[in-house]
Each structure stands twice: as structure tokens, then as C-alpha cells.
């Protein structure tokens, strides 16, 4: 089974822009529990520009499913974050400031000693970790031997050349996830995930555990509401 996390970072922004409580993130996230989601994504950057640190406390109360928090361990105030929260899982994310999202993976090879002390530190509070890599199977054996518990493949590659030739676009994801597999880690994926690209990759990687999507699947529900469209996502992991 191939479980749906909903990233509501998006929720987050569109509050954001008048400064009140509308939409109200909180209520949200609850909702897309009700309908269905099987995950909260959250990944608050250090400007805050949508997620704040203080949400994220007030959403730990709240969230029922698998609450996953990701970000970058190199900021000390994200650690802390983590670790008072203490979510059923952290993915640490390479992001660079000022990125206007996130657009690699690590190096899981040249960051193997510093990966491994936050990997342990996250796990000895009981926290599962994944780590943010590219479909590269050396990326995935590096994470392995950092002591991550999964890796969450970055799928834009795949979302942006998956019209072209989806096949070909597909095709390192399927070697990686093996590599995953082989080694024993779990395998989470996203990044640019629709309604579009996600049945294909499932099908072609069906030991998937987890997608998080947050961008498309909140555009989407602009059209069809937020009830309809966490469902028509999930039909898309059957
Ligand atoms: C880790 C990742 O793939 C990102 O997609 C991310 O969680 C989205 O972040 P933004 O919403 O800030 O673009
Ligand atoms: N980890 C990826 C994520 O949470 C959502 O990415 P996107 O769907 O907003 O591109």
C-alpha cells in the first residue's frame, strides 16, 4: 500500500498573504484527514514564508495520521523544532536559502558523517528519518549507510519528463527504488506528483510506502474541492 501524506505548505501561503487565519491551516489538515489522506506534510523554511515554527507545534496536537516534517538539518532552529515535536517522521532536505523550493537531493556520500549524527539523533528520539535523495542508486546506498530508515526520491526529473517520454522518465526512479529495496530502506517519493504522473510511477514502483504532494493536489482542489480530490489521488495508488 502506497500511502498519500498531503503537503499543505500551500495552505500555509495563501493564509500568509492577509496576515489573518484564513484558510486556517490547522482545520485543514484536519479535513484532509477526514477525507482521507493518510499523512500531513509540513516543511517550514527559515523565512517562514509559509509554514511557521509555531505552527507546527499547534499541528502536533492535532494530526492523527503520520505527521512528517521536513526541512534542513543544518539550521539549528529546525532540529530543535523536530525534536520538541517529535513527529512519526522527519525528511531532512538539502535545501539551499533562498530556493524557491527544494531542487535536489543530498550527497548522501560527501555528507555521510554529518547525515549520520543528525540520523541518529532524530532515531534516539524515536523519530523515523528519510532522506531527501536524486534516483541515483549510489545516493540511496549512501543514505543507507548514514543510517536513514528511508530515502524520498525527488521526482521533479520524473514530472517534468513525463509527457515526453514517460518510460524514459521513469526509468532511474525504477533503479533507485530497487536499490532501496535491495538494501532494506523504505522508499517515500515526491516532489511536482499529479494527477497526472502518479498512477504511472506507482505502477512501475509498487513497493512505494509514501508520496507527499502538496503543490498540484491543492491547485487541483481549487476545481474539484478538497473532499473530491484527496479521494481521486488515492484512486491514483490503487
Ligand atoms: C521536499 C520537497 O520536495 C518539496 O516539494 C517541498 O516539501 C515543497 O516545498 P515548498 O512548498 O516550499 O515548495
Ligand atoms: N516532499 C514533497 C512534498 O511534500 C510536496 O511536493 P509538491 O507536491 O508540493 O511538489
Same mark, same amino acid.
Given at each position: ?11 500555509? =501561503? ?26 500531513? =506534510? ?22 492523527? =495520521? ?41 550527497? =548522501? ?36 549507510? %548514514? ?10 526529473? !520524473? ?9 524514459? %522518465? ?53 476545481? !474539484? ?14
Amino acid at each position: 500500500m502506497t500511502r498519500l501524506s498531503v503537503n499543505i505548505n500551500k495552505i500555509a =501561503t495563501l493564509r500568509n498573504a492577509r496576515g489573518g487565519n484564513n484558510p486556517d491551516l490547522i482545520k485543514v489538515a484536519q479535513d484532509c484527514e477526514r477525507f482521507g489522506a493518510q499523512g500531513i =506534510t509540513v516543511h517550514p523554511r527559515p523565512d517562514e514564508r509559509h509554514i511557521r515554527y509555531r505552527d507546527v507545534y499547534e499541528l502536533k496536537e492535532v494530526v492523527s =495520521t503520520e505527521f512528517n516534517i521536513e526541512g534542513n538539518p543544518s539550521e539549528e532552529k529546525f532540529v530543535k523544532l523536530v525534536l520538541d515535536v517529535r513527529p512519526e517522521q522527519v525528511t531532512l532536505v538539502p535545501d539551499a536559502l533562498g530556493a524557491i523550493t527544494s531542487n535536489a537531493g543530498w550527497d =548522501t556520500v560527501g555528507n555521510r558523517d554529518r547525515l549520520s549524527r543528525w540520523i541518529e539523533s532524530f532515531r534516539s528520539a524515536g523519530i523515523r528519518v528519510s532522506v531527501f535523495v536524486n534516483p541515483d542508486p549510489g545516493m540511496v546506498e549512501g543514505a543507507k549507510l %548514514a543510517g536513514a530508515d528511508r530515502v524520498e526520491l525527488y521526482t521533479e526529473p !520524473y514530472a517534468a519528463g513525463y509527457h515526453a517520454d514517460r518510460g524514459k %522518465a521513469v526509468a532511474p526512479f525504477v533503479e533507485a527504488a530497487k536499490t532501496a529495496r535491495d538494501t532494506g530502506l523504505g522508499l517515500n517519493a515526491g516532489h511536482d506528483l499529479d494527477l497526472d504522473n502518479l498512477a504511472f510511477l506507482k505502477n512501475n514502483i509498487p513497493w512505494l510506502d509514501e508520496v507527499s504532494i502538496g503543490h498540484a493536489l491543492i491547485s487541483d482542489a481549487l476545481y !474539484y474541492g478538497l473532499e473530491n480530490v484527496i479521494p481521486m489521488y488515492l484512486r491514483q495508488l490503487q
